[in-house]
């Protein structure tokens, strides 16, 4: 099972918005409505900022954001502020075999 | 507050075994699938294994098929990752994670360095 495809960085400033985008195939991402998103901060654990495509849990800002069209996921974060810097991964759930397939992740820099 | 803390990284040879733990606090550990996922450095995340929540059922990614053994012990509220014949490839920070409602991971712990060198 290949890693999604995301790029590996992008930018903004504060204020601005970003969308990361996560590309997969109809086995993972276009054929399930399970992908989830990750932030990971260097030697903190990673946190879980959407899941099923669209839902947020609790306590994550609603300047977070997700959808899905085929086999593309996205990620978007509006009204960036410097915390948000940190790499973002997406991860799919690829059928009961594979079960999981992660994204190469992207590195976000808040300008 | 759900906790899990990794536990027995460090630096093997070629070839050699380790037993990492994860140790689960702040929620019933044995009603929770449960996964390993690691990261190498200055790669992204890679799903390593998982098991359901009484420990009958398990499954691998290919790369450790055959030389992992995930398990549990939930009167211990304790993941366990058994590597065998570890690889320099297999150096990374491995992470436990909790599996939420459907195929997430709504909690994760901090991870642990594995380091295969000689």
């Known amino acids: 099972q290949s890693a999604l495809t995301q790029p590996r960085s992008v930018s903004g400033s504060p204020g601005q918005s970003v969308t990361i985008s996560c590309t997969g195939t109809s086995s993972d991402v276009g054929g399930y409505n399970y992908v989830s998103w990750y932030q990971l901060h260097p030697g903190k654990a990673p946190k879980l900022m959407i899941y099923d495509v669209t839902k947020r849990p609790s306590g994550v800002p609603d300047r977070f954001s997700g959808s899905k069209s085929g086999n593309t996921a996205s990620l978007t974060i509006s009204g960036l502020q410097a915390e948000d810097e940190a790499d973002y991964y997406c991860c799919s759930y690829a059928g009961s075999y594979t079960l999981r397939v992660f994204g190469g992740g992207t590195k976000l820099t808040v300008l | 507050e759900v906790q899990l803390v990794e536990s027995g990284g460090g630096l093997v040879q070629p070839g050699g075994s380790l037993r990492l733990s994860c140790a689960a606090s702040?929620?019933?550990?044995?009603?929770?699938?449960m996964h390993w996922v690691r990261q190498a450095p200055g790669k992204g995340l890679v799903w390593v294994s998982r098991?359901?929540?009484?420990?009958?059922?398990?499954t691998y990614a290919d790369s450790v098929k055959g030389r992992f053994t995930i398990s549990r012990d939930n009167a211990k509220n304790t993941l366990y990752l058994q590597m065998n014949s570890l690889r320099a490839e297999d150096t990374a920070v491995y992470y436990c994670?909790?599996?939420?409602?459907?195929?997430?991971?709504?909690?994760w712990g901090q991870g642990t360095l594995v380091t295969v060198s000689s």
């Open positions: 702040g929620f019933t550990f044995s009603s929770y699938w």
């Open positions: 994670a909790r599996e939420g409602g459907s195929y997430y991971f709504n909690y």
């Open positions: 098991i359901n929540s009484d420990g009958s059922s398990t």
